[in-house]
Antibody, heavy 120, light 110 residues
Framework: QLQLQESGPGLVKSSETLSLTCTVSGGSISNSYYYWGWIRQPPGKGLEWIGSIYYSGSSYSNPSLKSRVTISEDTSKNQFSLRLSSVTAADTAVYYC????????????WGQGTLVTVSS | QSALTQPASVSGSPGQSITISCTGTSSDVGGYNYVSWYQQHPGKAPKLMIYGVNSRPSGVPDRFSGSKSGNTASLTISGLQAEDEADYYCSSYTSSSKWVFGGGTKLTVL
């Protein structure tokens, strides 16, 4: 069974870049026909899809965030990463990483989430 | 892309059945059989409960079921139990490798 774990700074200053890494165990991120995604949840609010990277290396992101989002992978470490630039207080949220099967297009396995606070 | 529309809250008594709706458009819910549902308890990560509109992952009780009609998907929980009290989110694949979530529904077991 896949296990995912987010890591990164819990505090980021406004206008700077948020960087998070998701480490995957129990399977390879190079597995064919898998996406690896990022989702966030502001305090007390709902879930928002940020973006995903396909096993081939192609990345996709939410149009509302597209210009600020970069998703990359490091297959040697079995990790994928999120960079969100020019952050504001509105980017304060719990950030989750998740696996997505191409066959079912759902978010099958989730990390425990990490809270990132943007400070002024 | 706009969030899918869910009721903010639903409630039911133990043993009863409840249904949560999830309304989208022909570009997401209505266009693909890739609707999934997630259960989230406070302070926890979401858990996949339904995928592919009406399929249950291993370990999810058969009290949970999903369906879809046109642009609206539904999650039904029968034989409501106290531990079902949680927030529930729907999600749908849209076009071009993009996804959208619903706003979430708080289920209260009375």
């Amino acid at each position: 069974q896949l296990q995912l774990q987010e890591s990164g700074p819990g505090l980021v200053k406004s206008s700077e870049t948020l960087s998070l890494t998701c480490t995957v165990s129990g399977g390879s991120i190079s597995n064919s026909y898998y996406y690896w995604g990022w989702i966030r949840q502001p305090p007390g609010k709902g879930l928002e899809w940020i973006g995903s990277i396909y096993y081939s290396g192609s990345s996709y992101s939410n149009p509302s965030l597209k210009s600020r989002v970069t998703i990359s992978e490091d297959t040697s470490k079995n990790q994928f990463s999120l960079r969100l630039s020019s952050v504001t207080a509105a980017d304060t949220a719990v950030y989750y990483c998740a696996s997505q099967s191409d066959a079912t297009r759902d978010f099958s396995y989730w990390g425990q989430g990490t809270l990132v606070t943007v400070s002024s | 892309q706009s969030a899918l529309t869910q009721p903010a809250s639903v409630s039911g008594s133990p043993g009863q059945s409840i249904t949560i709706s999830c309304t989208g458009t022909s570009s997401d819910v209505g266009g693909y059989n890739y609707v999934s549902w997630y259960q989230q308890h406070p302070g926890k990560a979401p858990k996949l409960m339904i995928y592919g509109v009406n399929s249950r992952p291993s370990g999810v009780p058969d009290r949970f079921s999903g369906s879809k009609s046109g642009n609206t998907a539904s999650l039904t929980i029968s034989g409501l139990q106290a531990e079902d009290e949680a927030d529930y989110y729907c999600s749908s694949y849209t076009s071009s490798s993009k996804w959208v979530f619903g706003g979430g529904t708080k289920l209260t077991v009375l």
